[in-house]
């Protein structure tokens, strides 16, 4: 049985417990959120002893070689002493501008503090955000690396304390705290003619606008086939600068979906298509025509992401030509029974 050591926190974990429900069982706050590996919040530091393979898979090396590892997928076979991830890997940041962007989306721009010349990060790849308190969520970064401020979309979801917290109480001037960047779900330049399908709901489309972007920046010469899905009209923000940039740039074919509800914009926008956005994406990628050598980028929804991927690689997209982001929200915490610390 591991002993797992946090602080004044000593911790015997039970069979096939993760350190993160074993810490927290025994009283200990570790920021976290999926608890599944996908928004890395609990990354932790091993001060002794080995985390196990599967809590380090694909953190960086620089992060590996400190100890760094997912206390959500740590189930070790010997004792640890874990210390939060400090310094090292967060830095302070300021919310300079808020912009409601639809009726549950609000466009949140960061800036971070002092020096940023260490910063860099790819159109596509999520930031871990902060509060003072230590919740910590998961946000994909729409801006491009040049770019002064760190772009969010945050979706308000019904109960959801960091959304609420970002759509309703923070203000302009406001600290927050930011690790990062994470996650590969971004554009790389080594196949320039190769059709790209980007495929997204709701916030899943700041990844997207990101990678878009970023392609056309470095004059990418494949077409580019953007689809943005939501429940229905009110929900496909941005669909102005999707349209306007869709209208400039003809190699970009931007197909806003919904299931239903009236098109009151379409005067002025790309009109909508109708249905949903497997068969939209389905469609496209049989439009772009090569599928084994399209790059094709999914975020958001986890079911849909999911579904989505089994679809392209069933009509010919190789996994390795699938980067997705599935955007999974807080698993409830492990209900607190006996403790065991000692
Ligand atoms: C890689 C990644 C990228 C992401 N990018 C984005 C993005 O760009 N934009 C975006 O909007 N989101 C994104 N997310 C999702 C984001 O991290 C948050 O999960 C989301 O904002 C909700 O957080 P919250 O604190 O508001 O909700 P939470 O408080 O975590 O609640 C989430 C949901 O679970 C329910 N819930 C909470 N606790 C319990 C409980 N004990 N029992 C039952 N139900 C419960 C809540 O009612 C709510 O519906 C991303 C996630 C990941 C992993
Ligand atoms: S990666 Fe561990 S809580 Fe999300």
Known sequence: MAIVRFGDISCALEP????????ERAGASIPSSCRVGACRSCLVQARAGAPTEASRRGLRETWRQRGYFLACLCRPQED???????????????????????PSVTRVRLALSGDRSDWTHEPGQFINLARADGLTRSYSLASLA?????????????????????????RVGDAVRVRGPLGECF??????????????????LAPLWGVAREALRQAHRGPIALVHGARDPSGLYMRGELTSLARA??????IA????????????????????VLDHARAELARLGAAADTRVFLCGDPELVKSLKRAMF??????????????????????ATTTNSA
């Open 16 to 23: 096939g417990e993760t350190v993160l429900d074993g810490l």
């Open 80 to 102: 640890l002493e874990i210390a939060l991830v400090g310094a090292a890997a967060e830095r302070p940041a300021t919310v300079v501008e808020l912009a409601r962007l639809s």
């Open 146 to 170: 040049g770019e002064p401020l760190l772009e969010l979309h945050v979706r308000r979801m019904l109960g959801g304390r960091m959304s609420t917290w970002l759509h309703e109480q923070v």
């Open 187 to 204: 554009y790389t330049p080594d196949a320039p003619d190769a059709p790209l399908l980007l495929v997204g709901v709701g916030t899943g």
């Open 249 to 254: 740039t003809p190699q970009l074919r931007y």
């Open 257 to 276: 979906s919904t299931l239903d509800g009236d098109d009151d914009d379409a005067a002025d926008h790309e009109p909508i298509a109708r249905g949903t």
């Open 314 to 335: 069933l009509a010919g997209v190789p996994l390795r030509g699938i980067l997705s982001d599935a955007f999974v929200t807080a698993a409830p915490p492990a209900p």
